[in-house]
């Protein structure tokens, strides 16, 4: 995700790494390449250069303890500036304790809103609120049909008011329906709208009035540029948002307008939201996103991830296989299906500490799990379970059924069978001390 | 040339207006004030340039050759550093040689016929609305002109293209979503081979450069196409969110690597945004912008002139 300012910041410490103390003239150099990163990644001119002054004051007459590099020293100060300037915590959601969550979401055109909204709609669902969503963009055509779709997607009912083209009448009126029929939550999607269009800030100012939201949230696209300064403090001016929602994060984009807006407004980052798919949705956390912008990778957001995708009873079993050396292709197979549900390879490897820089330009291509599945699944039973039996003429009968070659085949068995010997080897005595001696490792 | 001769000026300088007050207005406050050139004026142009998108690397490039120009001229007066500066500006918006589609003659296209227009960009840079937009300049410039709904992905695209086409009164080719997006396009050239359409105007779904396989589908899309006119398409046209910033730069890269992309459309200028990504796209990818959207309705869509975008800027 961020892995060229990680880049960056690694290729300028590196000039400071191995010198005694920080001094004005040997931090003079990173202090520029750090300035050219955080502008080449879309961070605000004065944000950028409030963020240096930041850092070297912090930095300048440090000891380097001789435990640490001068590198280490700068990026723990950068990553702390860098974790404190985007909100130095999380930020949740509230919600009405005594009657309906009104969430009102608002911003430019094409920033992601009504496919947010769908987004956070299916998050609140799951967190067993009863939601509605209320199509108020009454001048892009087809937005309200688009939500309609996607509502239909996730099960949640859509409230619309086709002939209207009075958004806060349709807001106010969802209200109401929500009120008689039970839902605690609405949340409302609002047209696209620039911050420089008086009659429609002017709208959007209508509705909040009219609707009293518990959360207004401001739903800006990741890839904006120096302007988002402007828009972000133009509709905060106007609404008072209470947080904000980054979008599109799966693009490369540097995301330096997270910094440059939590910066200007100080309200929370609250949600980063990736992909089309309408569970890839996650909480923002600035610790994790400093530590990702150094290049630290994002276990924690790995490790929830995965919390809420692995049916923890198959985990188990799989567990109890993997100690019984009965590690089998029918659980290969499981286990590929388990990481499918968790998103794309490549933004799962994204995540790990030191791979982040590494996969830039490396093609991970998620058609070879289906590659692995088709293969698998044309496999008998009786085959998954004992790979020994795999013949010549199965492998053959494997390949043509599921259209791949007899080497691919080849290549999978001889691949399962090195995993399956290296599970034996983790299961003996030598094994599980390695894994202990992991456990105690600590990750600077 | 229909619409280039109808070229709503007024529009555009509105639609402008913010960002020219936004960067020159500061420009002209840095050097004003001051008779001789210095370095602190030129870092203040630095941070103005920066504001505006530009990009430190081609601000840097930029203010270097002004002051090198500026060297060996006595007179560095305001107006001077200024139309120095615009003119090593306007250069760069000048420099790419890929031919302007908005320039497009009737003779060309009647070469062609059906001339195909592709369109791709990322997810809400405004694709549909620049389609929306075209069809009806190139209908109100007397040509035949059908829309491929290509877009199968993002719910109800279909729907609202319907809508943009209705306005424009243009026809729509689409399918059910989910349909492979190379067989909608497909159908709609062979239709509009059939029909002897003079103009096709091929809708995409929004899509990140970062996803392998759908720019991959992009490349089986010219693929597909191509089977159908040998020619196509003859323009493929990648529309950028004019609020972007520098990762503008790395999609036009990427979406280079699967698919030519001859012209550049840049989208919301009528807000506070700058757009100067376009600078550095235009000098390292030699991809020109063909148009510019500066307002919501069917004439804010306007062709671009790099000596007007410039000038307007410093007006």
Not at chain 1, 334 to 355: A, H, W
Request: aromatic residues 6%; contains cysteine.
């Amino acid at each position: 995700m961020l892995e060229d300012l990680t880049l960056k910041l690694d290729k300028a410490l590196k000039k400071i790494t191995g010198q005694g103390r920080i001094s004005e003239q040997n931090i003079a150099d990173s202090l520029r390449e750090i300035r050219r990163v955080l502008l080449d990644a879309d961070v605000n001119y004065k944000v950028a250069k409030q963020f240096i002054e930041d850092v070297k004051s912090r930095a300048l007459g440090k000891e380097v303890l001789a435990s640490v590099t001068p590198g280490q020293l700068i990026t723990k100060i950068i990553y702390d500036e860098l974790a404190l300037l985007m909100g130095g915590r999380n930020a949740e959601l509230s919600f009405n304790p005594s009657g309906i969550t009104v969430i009102l979401l608002v911003g430019l055109q094409g920033s992601g809103k009504t496919t947010f909204s769908a987004k956070l709609a299916k998050y609140l669902a799951l967190k067993k609120r009863n939601v509605l969503l209320t199509a108020a963009d009454v001048y892009r055509p087809a937005a309200v049909d688009q939500l309609k779709t996607l509502g239909s997607q996730i099960g949640v009912p859509v409230f619309s008011a086709e002939e209207s083209k009075d958004a806060i009448k349709i807001s106010a009126d969802s209200i109401a329906y929500a009120r008689e029929n039970g839902f605690n939550t609405v949340i409302i999607d609002t047209a696209g709208r620039l911050h420089v269009d008086e009659n429609l800030m002017d709208e959007i100012k209508a509705i909040k009035e009219k609707v009293k939201p518990t959360e207004i949230l401001f739903v800006v696209d990741s890839m904006t540029g120096q302007d988002a300064v402007n828009s972000a403090k133009a509709f905060h001016d106007s609404v008072d948002f209470d947080g904000v929602v980054l979008t599109k994060l799966d693009g490369d984009t540097r995301g330096g307008c997270a910094l440059s807006i939590k910066a200007v407004v100080n309200e929370p980052i609250k949600f980063v939201s990736m992909g089309e798919k309408p569970d890839s949705i996650e909480l923002f956390h600035p610790e994790r996103m400093a530590a990702r912008i150094l290049g630290k990778g994002d276990v924690v957001s790995l490790v929830e991830k995965a919390q809420q995708q692995i049916d923890s009873r198959e985990a188990e079993d799989l567990e109890k296989k993997l100690l019984e050396n009965k590690f089998d292709f029918d659980d290969f197979l499981k286990q590929i299906k388990m990481l499918k549900k968790m998103g794309s390879l490549k933004s799962l490897l994204g995540m790990i500490p030191g791979l982040g820089t590494k996969l830039k330009d490396s093609d991970i291509d998620d058609k070879q799990m289906i590659k692995v599945e088709s293969i698998i699944q044309s496999m008998t039973i009786k085959e998954r379970q004992n790979p020994k039996i795999l013949n010549g003429s199965r492998r053959k009968r494997i390949a043509r059924g599921s259209g791949n070659s007899i080497q691919d085949v080849n290549r999978l068995i001889k691949q399962f069978a090195e995993m399956q010997k290296m599970i034996k080897m983790f299961n003996s005595k030598s094994g599980k001390k390695m894994m202990n001696n992991y456990k105690n490792l600590r990750i600077n | 040339m229909g619409f280039l001769n109808n070229i709503n000026f007024k529009r555009l300088k509105e639609g402008l207006t913010k960002t020219r007050k936004k960067i020159f207005d500061n420009i002209s406050e840095a050097v004003s004030g001051k008779a001789v050139l210095d370095e602190t004026v030129l870092d203040e142009i630095e941070e103005i340039l920066i504001s505006g998108d530009i990009g430190l690397e081609t601000s840097t490039k930029i203010i270097e050759t002004t002051r090198n120009q500026l060297k060996n001229i006595n007179d560095r007066t305001y107006e001077n550093i200024i139309s120095n500066l615009k003119l090593v500006m306007k250069n760069i918006l000048l420099s790419s040689s890929n031919p302007d589609i908005s320039n497009i003659s009737k003779d060309k296209i009647a070469k062609y016929a059906p001339y195909v227009i592709l369109v791709v960009g990322v997810n809400g840079a405004g694709k549909t609305t620049t389609i929306g937009k075209l069809a009806n300049k190139f209908k109100l410039d007397g040509y035949s002109v059908l829309i491929g709904s290509a877009d199968t992905f993002r719910a109800a695209a279909n729907e609202q293209l319907d809508i943009w086409a209705k306005r424009a009164n243009v026809q729509v080719i689409k399918r059910n979503p989910g349909a492979d997006p190379s067989s909608v396009a497909y159908e709609t050239l062979s239709y509009a081979k059939t029909n002897k359409i003079d103009i096709v105007i091929i809708d995409t779904a929004g899509r990140l450069h970062t996803k392998q396989n759908l720019m991959q589908e992009l490349e089986k899309i010219k693929k597909v196409i191509k089977k159908v006119v040998i020619h196509a398409p003859n323009e493929t046209l990648l529309v950028v969110d004019g609020n972007t910033g520098q990762n503008a730069i790395i999609q036009a890269r990427e979406f280079t690597k699967f698919i030519e992309i001859t012209g550049l459309v840049v989208t919301k200028l009528d807000g506070s945004a700058k757009g100067g990504v376009i600078f550095q796209i235009c000098s390292e990818l030699n991809i020109p912008v063909n148009f510019i959207c500066v307002g919501e309705t069917m004439e804010d869509l306007q062709s671009f002139i790099p000596e007007l975008y410039v000038n307007a800027l410093f007006n």
